[in-house]
């Protein structure tokens, strides 16, 4: 089975910084794309950051220029520096990764069970 374990959320003052860490871990063959959501309250999930597995980066606007995704292909984790916070990033973050399990097998998502951000003064 495929998991994926959040860590580095916490509380943070507007302008501070965090950095996110995933980890997938057991059994599976490759792991395509990589990528962070965020829910905040009385809101629905979206999309925050996604890289490949050659790098290339996706973010959402109204985190360009503050928030940096990276990953290490070879320890199967994804990376988030959050940086300039706003307490309009306050949210559950969550990390997913499209998986292969075997390489027969179709790409599946996953997803890791959340780490709160709060951004607060």
């Known amino acids: 089975q495929v998991q994926l374990v959040e860590s580095g959320g916490g509380l943070v003052q507007p302008g501070g910084s965090l950095r996110l860490s995933c980890v997938a871990s057991g059994t599976f063959f490759r792991i395509d794309i990589m990528g962070w959501y965020r829910r905040a309250p009385g809101k629905e999930r979206e999309s925050v950051a996604v890289i490949t597995s050659r790098g290339g980066t996706n973010y959402a606007d109204s985190v360009k220029g503050r928030f940096a995704v990276s990953r290490d292909n070879a320890k199967n984790t994804v990376y988030l520096q959050m940086n300039n916070l706003k307490p309009e990033d306050t949210a559950v973050y969550y990390c997913?990764?499209?998986?292969?399990?075997?390489?027969?097998?179709?790409?599946?998502?996953?997803w890791g069970q959340g780490t709160q951000v709060t951004v607060s003064s």
């Open positions: 997913n990764g499209i998986v292969q399990v075997r390489y027969t097998d179709n790409y599946e998502p996953y």
